[in-house]
Structure formats: C-alpha cells, structure tokens
C-alpha cells in the first residue's frame, strides 16, 4: 500500500524558512515522480513543484521559483520542499503526491495523496 507522509508545516514570519518532508513507503525509490501542491483557504489546489528520479525537478508554479526548491534522499525515501523567503500568500495547506504509473513531471497523473501539512506565513 502506497502511504505518503508530509510533515514540517508550522507558523513563521515573512521572509523566513521551511522545509517540508514527504516520506514515501509502499513502493521503491528506484523510479519515483512526486509533487507538492498546495491550497490555501478559499482556492483550489494547485501544483507547486515535481520532482523525477530520471529527469529532476519541473516547477508548477513560477510564483516560486527563486524561492523553493525540491529534493530526495533516495535512502530514506523522502523528498523535500525546501522553502525559502516565504510570503503571506504561501499560507497553504501543502500535499505530496504521487502516481500509479511513472511517467514523468508533465505527463503524469497523480493517485496517491499525502494528508497535508499545514504552512502560514504571518507577522
């Protein structure tokens, strides 16, 4: 059974940082597509960021790039949204997700769905 984990949300100021963790069990790291997406209060979910074992990171968002980036640990099953200069407006609740079927970061469909992990950036 494909279970996803995030945890590392918490309340912070403006400007500061977060790294949120998603850790993967059920299936092996060897071939793995996993995205983070977010919603905040009142909007739809919308994607984040993506990371491919074969082909990196693919972001989803412009609004972030610059400021967050995505990583795994392949060992520990785990990838990492590391989230720098953090804005009001990336007061979220933030998901990992993954698919049934690997493909890549554009073409994929994701089934599986982590239970979120809540940010709010405020002063």
């Known amino acids: 059974e494909v279970q996803l984990q995030a945890s590392g949300g918490g309340l912070v100021q403006p400007w500061e940082s977060l790294r949120l963790s998603c850790a993967a069990s059920?299936?092996?790291?060897?071939?793995?597509?996993i995205g983070w997406f977010r919603q905040a209060p009142g909007k739809e979910r919308e994607g984040v960021l993506c990371?491919?074992?074969?082909?990196?990171?693919?972001y989803y968002d412009d609004s972030v790039r610059g400021r967050f980036t995505i990583s795994s640990d392949n060992a520990k099953n785990t990838v990492y949204l590391q989230m720098n200069s953090l804005k009001p407006e990336d007061t979220a609740v933030y998901y990992c997700?993954?698919?049934?079927?690997?493909?890549?970061?554009?073409?994929?469909?994701?089934?599986?769905w982590g239970q979120g992990t809540k940010v709010t950036v405020s002063s």
């Open positions: 997700a993954s698919p049934k079927y690997i493909t890549d970061c554009e073409d994929v469909v994701y089934d599986y």
């Open positions: 059920g299936f092996t790291f060897d071939d793995y597509v």
């Open positions: 990371i491919s074992r074969n082909d990196g990171s693919t």
